[in-house]
């Protein structure tokens, strides 16, 4: 009798183990669940959900338990999934939506980007690359509207051997154009220890994509008083993307822009793919002002309409584009940038300084 009790219960213990390593599952999904649920800004809690696993029980119980206990049962379980799902959520990202309901507004010199303002267009050229050209493309760009100029002096290229930018004196001529000009500076960093020039000449700090998980510019960007507009890595999540925004809040800095600026995919008609959905996305999960990258997304000048009305109609809060007086002879991104006159066209076919400033509500609804 009492080596047959002991069998029995050898088979119980087997069983409890099973059915913890089911449950264990259970929660995995039931946290898979509430990540998603979190990301579309949905409630957690779904009594209709539940009282449809509970008939769904009931109906299919044998015995020898009761329909009651069963449901006693599985809603003490519902209820565990519930805790955990709430402890997660208390991890508060500075990043996240739920620790931050409102947009983040960022001002850059004296415009602002995000929230309810009218989206803002960043041009220039792809690197600066003489007195010349920058000045050409700072009053251009100015005489049409753009307040916020961008232009690169330190480059990251592929080829060690291509044109890697003029520098501290890039910066300077830079600084002087738009100086002449009315317009904010926007230039990529490219290590922590460039932070003091950079201050004194920029007005927001470009974060390129592939330093996008530099970590030690992060924290250093983090600790400076520059806003700064963090473009996603060639081949980054969205979580990641996010992350690396962290580490930038985490250190104090509350102004940071996103820039989705296209992502690596099988495609070859086009330089990167614009991921459309992360923009949304970012826009979902955080506070945070996001742009897009029209000239580096495709690589293509016949998409820089299509793709500038995609970003916008996603939520997009400004644009990045790249304007040069010569793309043919210019020293980086010869394929992408656009002349005066293609960028003229360009700000007439997207509407963008007379019908989406002033009237993107009309336009796009939102
Ligand atoms: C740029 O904007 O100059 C640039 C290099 O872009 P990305 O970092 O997105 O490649
Ligand atoms: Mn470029």
Redesign the pocket.
């Known amino acids: 009798m009492d080596g047959k009790i002991q069998s029995l219960r050898a088979r119980i213990d087997d069983l409890n183990l099973s059915i913890l390593e089911i449950l264990s599952q259970r929660a995995a999904l039931a946290e898979e669940i509430g990540e998603l649920q979190s990301a579309m800004g949905l409630s957690h809690y779904d009594p209709m959900r539940e009282q449809e696993m509970l008939d769904a029980l009931t109906a299919a119980n044998e015995g020898p338990f009761s329909d009651a206990a069963v449901k006693s049962l599985f809603k003490q379980i519902f209820q565990a999934s519930m805790q955990l799902e709430e402890t997660q959520e208390k991890r508060h990202y500075l990043t996240s939506r739920r620790s931050h309901g409102e947009d983040t507004v960022v001002l850059v010199g004296d415009v602002p980007i995000g929230g309810k303002h009218a989206p803002v267009l960043i041009a220039g050229p792809?690197a600066i690359e003489s007195a010349a050209q920058v000045e050409a493309v700072a009053a251009h760009v100015a005489a049409q509207g753009v307040t916020l100029f961008r232009g690169?002096a330190f480059k990251?290229r592929t080829d060690p051997y291509s044109f890697q930018g003029l520098g501290e004196e890039g910066l300077r001529l830079a600084r002087e154009a738009c100086d002449r000009h009315g317009l904010a500076l926007v230039s990529?960093i490219m290590d922590a220890e460039q932070l003091p020039l950079f201050e004194a000449y920029v007005d927001l700090l470009?974060i390129?994509?592939?330093n996008m998980q530099n970590f030690t510019l992060l924290k250093a960007a983090g600790r400076s008083r520059k806003p700064v507009l963090l473009?996603r890595g060639l081949s980054a999540t969205v979580e990641e993307w996010v992350m690396a925004a962290e580490y930038l809040l985490n250190e104090g800095n509350p102004n940071v822009v996103l820039c989705e600026?296209g992502i690596r995919t099988f495609e070859r008609y086009t330089r990167n793919t614009l991921d459309v959905s992360a923009v949304a996305l970012a826009k979902l999960e955080t506070h945070l002002p996001v742009l897009v990258?029209v000239t580096?997304s495709g690589g293509r000048r016949d998409l820089l309409v299509p793709l500038t009305k995609a970003g916008l109609a996603i939520g997009a809060d400004g644009i990045m584009l790249e304007v040069h007086p010569n793309p043919a002879v210019a020293l980086s991104d010869q394929k992408q940038q656009v002349d005066f006159e293609t960028f003229d066209r360009y700000l007439e076919d997207t509407g963008y300084h007379t019908k989406l400033s002033e009237k993107r509500l009309e336009v796009y609804g939102f």
């Open positions: 792809c690169g990251p990529e470009q390129g994509a592939r473009k600026r990258d580096h």
